[in-house]
Nanobody, 115 residues
Framework: QVQLVESGGGLVQAGGSLRLSCAAS????????MAWYRQAPGKQRELVAS???????NYVDSVKGRFTISRDNAKSTMYLQMNSLNPEDTAVYYC?????????WGQGTQVTVSS
């Protein structure tokens, strides 16, 4: 059952920007807090940013000041604006709930930052 669809990734030079999108059903966005995760090859998936239904945000220290998470509940879409990207941001980015139980994981969207 597909519940989350990530998009917006791509190849960008260090210092550049990307905006990721996460589309979900209206029922999800009307109820749940949401989060962005990323997983680099050989590494565990990590939570990057989260946002409550009411718009309260939190970020992992490594992206604080560079990334901005937002949501448009009317469009059932969450965003991750990524600025000042560096090669360490290279990963597959996923969206899901910030806590268990998770929804089904989507395929994610690849972000590659060249140096």
């Amino acid at each position: 059952q597909v519940q989350l669809v990530e998009s917006g990734g791509g190849l960008v030079q260090a210092g550049g920007s990307l905006r990721l999108s996460c589309a979900a059903s209206r029922s999800i966005f009307s109820i749940y807090d949401m989060a962005w995760y990323r997983q680099a090859p050989g590494k565990q998936r990590e939570l990057v940013a989260s946002i409550t239904r009411g718009g309260i945000t939190n970020y992992v220290d490594s992206v604080k000041g560079r990334f901005t998470i937002s949501r448009d509940n009317a469009k059932s879409t969450m965003y991750l604006q990524m600025n000042s990207l560096n090669p360490e941001d290279t990963a597959v980015y996923y969206c899901n709930l910030p806590t268990r139980p998770y929804l089904y994981w989507g395929q994610g969207t690849q972000v590659t930052v060249s140096s």
